[in-house]
Nanobody
């Protein structure tokens, strides 16, 4: 069974950096994608970034483009989210998700990815103070 375990969250001052990790096991999709989502207080969960496992295609939300970088270490079955120039509005619970890759990255933003057969981790809290 697929298992996703996030780590690396914490508290940091604005302008600082954090790196989140998502350790994935038993991904058996023909084309697997892993994505990072976040849920800010009072908001719905929203996509942050995603990538194709073993591939080069990546997607970022406009709010993190240029500040966050998603990457993978296939040898460790781990997907990272490097977060730089953090802002107080980045404060959220961050989750990783895995599923068969979507036909288009737009599916991250219309709520259809991950699908009902996708998996979620338990989340890791990021708090950015001003």
């Amino acid at each position: 069974q697929v298992r996703l375990v996030e780590s690396g969250g914490g508290s940091v001052q604005a302008g600082g950096s954090l790196r989140l990790s998502c350790a994935a096991s038993a991904l058996s999709y023909s084309s697997a994608c892993v994505g990072w989502f976040r849920q800010r207080p009072g908001h719905e969960r929203a996509p942050v970034a995603a990538l194709v496992i073993g591939g080069t295609s990546k997607a970022y939300s406009d709010s993190v483009q240029g500040r966050f970088t998603i990457s993978q270490d296939n040898g460790k079955n781990t997907v990272y989210l490097q977060m730089n120039s953090l802002k107080p509005e980045d404060t959220a619970m961050y989750y990783c998700a895995a599923d068969q890759c979507p036909p288009v990255w737009a599916n991250l933003y219309d709520g259809s990815w991950p699908g009902v057969k996708g998996y979620w981790g338990q989340g890791t809290q990021v708090t950015v103070s001003s």
